[in-house]
């Protein structure tokens, strides 16, 4: 039976495995509705490629966590040190509000939500409610529930994991503003310019030029 210092790992785990069933779960929703898997797969060769390449470290960012609370006598790279509780619990809790927070995002991207690039889709900007502050807050969250798991978890090879999702998510981010900027030009660079890729630049939510608009669709 789990010990009280086997649960932050095994909690970080369920709730990343959370996150990505409730991915899951959208993919299913926007196949059922919109006759499309919200670019799951997404149809651009790179996309496709990035995937083959970020799926399994997905798998291992829930897996690794699950099987060091499970597995008392893992090998040294997969069990985690349990040496400092509290801030094993304090990365239990960044990484549940994490995904509180990105439930936000979803909920109000609604039927925009994508996970990839089509080039031949041109979708609405989004710039209000969480996306009035960053350009990526999914994005962002989901490299503070990586750098949670790890605090709650910290393994050398979650380590590896967490920091190859967060390149992953850095390397998309650009992808995706690249896209974005050939698609919707001025709106998209005048957004650009003011709001942050990941930390706010300010408290003050972006308005953009014209009055408020429903622009901008993020990724997840």
Known sequence: MPSVTDLPPL????IVGLYWARV???VIKARRK???SAHFVPPEPLGRALRTLWYPTVILWIILPL???????????IRPDRSVPALHWI???AASACLLATMVCWRRMGRHWRMGIDPSEKNQLLVNGPFAF?????????????????AAAPTAMLAVVVALHILFLQWEARR?????????????????????RFLPRSL????????????RDERS
Do not use: N
Request: proline share 8%; no cysteine; hydrophobic share 45%.
């Open 11 to 14: 909690l970080a785990g369920l």
């Open 24 to 26: 899951v779960k959208l």
């Open 34 to 36: 919109q006759g499309q």
């Open 67 to 77: 099987a060091g609370g499970l597995w008392r006598d893992a090998p040294m790279f």
């Open 91 to 93: 990365g239990v809790i």
């Open 134 to 150: 960053v350009r990526h807050p999914i994005y962002a969250l989901s490299s503070l529930m990586a750098l949670a798991t790890l």
């Open 176 to 196: 995706e503003e690249a896209h974005l900027l050939a698609v919707h030009g001025e709106p998209y660079l005048h957004y650009l310019r003011h709001v942050g």
């Open 204 to 215: 003050r939510a972006y308005q953009p030029p014209g009055g408020p608009v429903e622009s």
